[in-house]
């Protein structure tokens, strides 16, 4: 029996998710797996990739054969460089985390005005109006 390790799909029509899994090379692509040993998420910024690499290293070495696209995660990850006994790749990019928004006090701004409100309500006594002509057309 070959297995293979491969991606398996999950998500909404334009949002992928894959996990990568280890199966039989005759099963579908989103079938049954052996075991699931990473996840691939490539809508991220920048995307994540997760791979338990204990695991890579048994599944390559009782003779697992990656697909192209688990190829491509392992290299950069630098489990097949580690794997073939290779120099390890560079460090993956991590995204910055990002800054917020300086607030109003960091800028400079002085709020004085922290009193009553400008303009006057009119909505009370409009209502107050409509009910003492609807009682008087009543009458």
Same mark, same amino acid.
């Given at each position: 029996?070959?297995?293979?390790?491969?991606?398996?799909?999950?998500?909404?029509?334009?949002?992928?998710? !894959?996990?990568?899994?280890?199966?039989?090379?005759?099963?579908?692509?989103?079938?049954?797996? %052996?075991? *699931?040993?990473?996840? !691939?998420?490539?809508? !991220?910024?920048?995307?994540?990739? *997760?791979?338990?690499?204990?695991?890579?290293? !048994?599944?390559?070495?009782?003779g697992a054969q990656p697909t *192209?696209?688990?190829?491509? %995660?392992?290299?950069?990850?630098?489990?097949w460089q580690k794997f073939k006994?290779?120099?390890?790749?560079?460090?993956?990019?991590?995204?910055?985390?990002?800054?917020?928004?300086?607030?109003?006090? $960091?800028?400079?701004?002085? #709020?004085?005005?922290?009193?009553?409100? %400008?303009?006057?309500?009119?909505?009370?006594?409009?209502? #107050?109006?409509?009910? $003492?002509?609807? *009682?008087?057309?009543?009458?």
């Amino acid at each position: 029996m070959a297995v293979k390790i491969k991606l398996k799909r999950l998500g909404k029509i334009r949002s992928p998710h !894959y996990r990568i899994v280890v199966a039989d090379s005759r099963t579908r692509r989103d079938g049954r797996a %052996i075991e *699931e040993i990473g996840k !691939y998420h490539p809508t !991220y910024n920048p995307s994540v990739m *997760e791979v338990d690499a204990e695991r890579v290293a !048994y599944w390559l070495g009782v003779g697992a054969q990656p697909t *192209e696209p688990v190829l491509a %995660i392992l290299k950069k990850t630098g489990d097949w460089q580690k794997f073939k006994g290779e120099p390890a790749p560079a460090p993956l990019l991590v995204a910055e985390p990002k800054s917020t928004r300086p607030s109003f006090e $960091a800028l400079g701004g002085e #709020d004085e005005g922290k009193g009553e409100a %400008i303009t006057q309500k009119k909505k009370a006594e409009k209502k #107050d109006e409509a009910a $003492a002509e609807s *009682e008087s057309t009543e009458a």
